[in-house]
């Protein structure tokens, strides 16, 4: 299934944003101003970005929040994205901006960052849920990693995370494991 290019963005920022706190090596990397600015820039964000402490906060707290959706079922995930629409008085319109063209927006331009992730995310879900494709919202198959990801492949094999290269680290273990059966 081919999704609108901001369901996919939507989503895989999601994703990168919870993944700020579920690397490998133990770094949260979504803990100062810069690097919500890092994000909101990487992502695409428009609107109010204030670049302070309080603004880190509530985008850390967010996190938290995204990242339940990670794990829940189908149908919980539904109830869980209208009430964060319904508690944003969100509103579905159409806006061309920058590169991008017609795609949709559903927060007041001055909401704040935290809201605006939340709300845009929550889109990104319905697409989703709508769909009958929630199963694309994944968590890796990594030995001892717990970093989510969205499955847009095709063919929905996606199994392992980008963060902390676990395909890569799947693909060694395999390859080790029949040099030494060979050996």
């Given at each position: 299934?081919?999704?609108?290019?901001?369901?996919?963005?939507?989503?895989?920022?999601?994703?990168?944003l919870?993944?700020?706190?579920?690397?490998?090596?133990?770094?949260?990397?979504?803990?100062t101003?810069?690097?919500?600015?890092?994000?909101f820039?990487?992502?695409?964000?428009?609107?109010?970005?204030?670049?302070?402490?309080?603004?880190?906060?509530?985008?850390?707290?967010?996190?938290?929040?995204?990242a339940?959706?990670?794990?829940?079922?189908?149908d919980?995930?539904?109830?869980?994205?209208?009430?964060?629409?319904?508690?944003?008085?969100?509103?579905?319109?159409?806006?061309?901006?920058?590169?991008?063209?017609?795609?949709?927006?559903?927060?007041?331009?001055?909401a704040?960052?935290?809201?605006?992730?939340?709300?845009?995310?929550?889109?990104?879900?319905v697409?989703?849920?709508?769909?009958?494709?929630?199963?694309?919202?994944k968590?890796?198959?990594?030995?001892?990693?717990?970093?989510?990801?969205?499955?847009?492949?095709?063919?929905?094999?996606?199994r392992?995370?980008?963060?902390?290269?676990?395909?890569?680290?799947?693909?060694?273990?395999?390859?080790?494991?029949?040099?030494?059966?060979?050996?």
């Open positions: 299934m081919v999704f609108a290019r901001d369901t996919e963005m939507n989503l895989l920022a999601a994703a990168e919870v993944n700020t706190a579920r690397r490998r090596d133990g770094h949260d990397a979504m803990t101003v810069e690097d919500v600015h890092d994000y820039t990487r992502w695409g964000y428009t609107g109010r970005h204030d670049r302070d402490e309080a603004e880190v906060a509530a985008v850390r707290a967010t996190r938290d929040r995204v339940h959706l990670w794990t829940v079922d189908r919980t995930a539904a109830e869980l994205v209208n009430a964060m629409l319904l508690e944003a008085d969100a509103v579905p319109f159409l806006v061309r901006h920058d590169a991008l063209d017609w795609h949709l927006h559903a927060t007041a331009p001055g704040a960052l935290a809201t605006v992730i939340v709300v845009e995310t929550a889109m990104g879900v697409d989703l849920v709508r769909s009958d494709e929630y199963a694309r919202m968590v890796c198959e990594g030995e001892g990693c717990s970093a989510v990801l969205v499955d847009l492949s095709r063919n929905r094999s996606r392992f995370c980008e963060v902390n290269s676990c395909g890569n680290r799947a693909h060694v273990a395999a390859y080790r494991a029949r040099r030494a059966t060979s050996a």
